[in-house]
């Protein structure tokens, strides 16, 4: 394993930052997408998504915003990359897991209904599919953390 700050990709993605994309130029540097996705949604600002350096096995934290404002205001996307340690990215997996075994139940629940529409019952069984597979990915990757 080899230290962030002389990797081929972390040496040139900052500790943290954050960027508005809609009205400026600025962007991430190239190298963020090198990263590896594990899991998570890169919408939660809680949570994030979980992305680790492939070459050194750095964690980072990226957060997608986009708000159209409902056409009542110009409206933002900011971007956000934070590097964080192994720990804390074990931790916001694990809470990962937790928030995906929840959504499942409730897509489980919301299709048993007798009213719910046979699109929707197919909608929910295909993200609960999404989401027991994401789960595994996450899963696996704790555990392959602890060695």
Excluded: W
């Excluded at 040496?11 to 994309?21: F, M």
């Excluded at 404002?69 to 997996?93: F, H, N, V």
């Excluded at 629940?109 to 595994?136: A, C, G, P």
């Amino acid at each position: 394993m080899s230290n962030h700050k002389t990797c081929s990709i972390c040496k040139y993605l900052p500790d943290s930052i954050d960027i508005e994309t809609l009205h400026t130029e600025d962007r991430l540097p190239v190298q963020e997408k090198q990263l590896e996705i594990i899991g998570g949604l890169s919408s939660d600002s809680s949570l994030g998504q979980i992305r680790k350096c492939p070459s050194c096995d750095t964690y980072y934290v990226f957060v997608y915003d986009h708000d159209s404002e409902s056409g009542m205001g110009p409206g933002y996307t900011d971007q956000s990359l934070y590097r964080i340690s192994k720990e804390d990215a074990k931790e916001r997996l694990s809470k990962n897991i937790h928030f995906n075994q929840a959504y499942i139940e409730k897509l489980k629940t919301e299709s048993n209904l007798s009213s719910t529409l046979d699109t929707v019952k197919k909608q929910n069984m295909k993200k609960i599919i999404r989401y027991r597979k994401e789960t595994k990915v996450i899963e696996s990757h704790i555990k392959s953390m602890a060695t």
